[in-house]
T-cell receptor
Framework: NAGVTQTPKFQVLKTGQSMTLQCAQD?????MYWYRQDPGMGLRLIYYSASEGTTDKGEVPNGYNVSRLNKREFSLRLESAAPSQTSVYFC?????????????FGAGTRLSVL | RKEVEQDPGPFNVPEGATVAFNCTYSNSASQSFFWYRQDCRKEPKLLMS???SGNEDGRFTAQLNRASQYISLLIRDSKLSDSATYLC????????????FGAGTRLFVKA
């Protein structure tokens, strides 16, 4: 069972270049998320999708766009990369049950913008 | 002030020690609580949920004090394999977009 799969694992960009991070989950979850993680900051929500066909901004959406292609896939696009976007990016999907919202993460993408 | 605060550590402990992590949250409407574990250069993974009555999973015990808005994680008989960062996680309401992650407390267990 693959869970949440992210590609690529590593990427180096020059300032101004664009790229798309891909994410797919096979757990039939409705909700999917993109986070960035920076030292001392914890995980910060960039965008989320509560269901297929819907997307909403999170805490730090500037400089990013997303697409919920279908129930399985949720991509994150950087149109014009900036050094401030150097970070580790995690995709997640979640299930909601009586115990709350539990999130399952992909292995992450380490992005450096030079 | 951060909505979920944790001591960043690092905590350096010998094998076999008992170590406690604390976490405070500021939103009194928070509904559910978790501890996640994140190994170095890996993704976060759910360690355990935290229930109002307290709960235990092997060597791990989680406690919640809603009045003080405080969550704790106790690890007994620490193992080398417990070395990781422990994230305190709070759901402010229904929906994953209301999930707030603490910055984590780093633990090093030494032989």
């Amino acid at each position: 069972n693959a869970g949440v799969t992210q590609t690529p694992k590593f990427q180096v960009l020059k300032t101004g270049q664009s790229m798309t991070l891909q994410c797919a989950q096979d757990m039939n979850h409705n909700s999917m998320y993109w986070y960035r993680q920076d030292p001392g900051m914890g995980l910060r929500l960039i965008y989320y999708s509560a269901s297929e066909g819907t997307t909403d901004k999170g805490e730090v959406p500037n400089g990013y766009n997303v697409s919920r292609l279908n129930k399985r896939e949720f991509s994150l696009r950087l149109e014009s990369a900036a050094p401030s976007q150097t970070s580790v990016y995690f995709c997640a999907s979640s299930e909601e049950n009586s115990g709350g919202n539990i999130q399952y993460f992909g292995a992450g993408t380490r992005l450096s913008v030079l | 002030r951060k909505e979920v605060e944790q001591d960043p550590g690092p905590f350096n402990v010998p094998e076999g020690a008992t170590v406690a992590f604390n976490c405070t949250y500021s939103n009194s409407a928070s509904q559910s609580f978790f501890w996640y574990r994140q190994d170095c250069r890996k993704e976060p993974k759910l360690l355990m949920s935290v229930y109002s009555s307290g709960n235990e999973d092997g060597r791990f015990t989680a406690q919640l004090n809603r009045a003080s808005q405080y969550i704790s994680l106790l690890i007994r008989d620490s193992k080398l394999s417990d070395s990781a960062t422990y994230l305190c996680v709070v759901n402010r309401g229904t929906g994953g977009f209301k999930t707030i992650f603490g910055a984590g407390t780093r633990l090093f267990v030494k032989a």
